[in-house]
């Protein structure tokens, strides 16, 4: 008997235990239905609220205005005749030399009366001094034979001053002093 109270003990448990899974599940069963009737009344109201829009339509105005799709019409006529204008032809190549760029001229003529400016300038400068420089050295080495000549023509006056008699030499000093006059 000890074992057949066993029994219906751990039946009545199980039992229990069923019956409190059962409950648990009724409770959240009853939530979501609780949840579901929330959202419906919702719905319900706001399906009212579209009925009443709907019951009271409001005019729409439509403007019609057809010159924007005339233009865009009226364009692409002309884009489609550009297109068959500009059909494939044969191809030329072109070999260009251009002075003046056809694009940006501004920043050409920057560049060429800038830098290239200041450049043939400074160039022109060299070059002038460099022919400067030439004639210069040119003079000094004329200078230079001319002392030199100068220095023989001295000596050899020197020379005959030194060797000739009292007659030569008044010949001589007469000759240089009608030279150094004005």
Known sequence: MDTVKKIDNIQKDTLEV???????????NTQSLNDLVT??????EKMGGFEKKLNS??????SVDTKPFQ?????GITDMVLAAAAQPKNLIRKFQILLFPE??????YKVVFG????MLVIMLFIVNLYKFSIHWSDNQKEI???QLENDKVKKAWSYLYIQQGKAVKRLMDSAYNKANQP
């Open 18 to 28: 069923v019956l409190e899974e059962f409950a648990g599940e009724q409770k959240s």
């Open 39 to 44: 959202a419906v009344n919702t719905l319900t």
């Open 57 to 62: 339509p409001q005019p729409v105005n439509v």
């Open 71 to 75: 233009e865009i019409i009226r364009k």
């Open 103 to 108: 694009q940006d001229a501004k920043l050409f």
């Open 115 to 118: 830098r290239w400016f200041l």
């Open 144 to 146: 230079k034979l001319q």
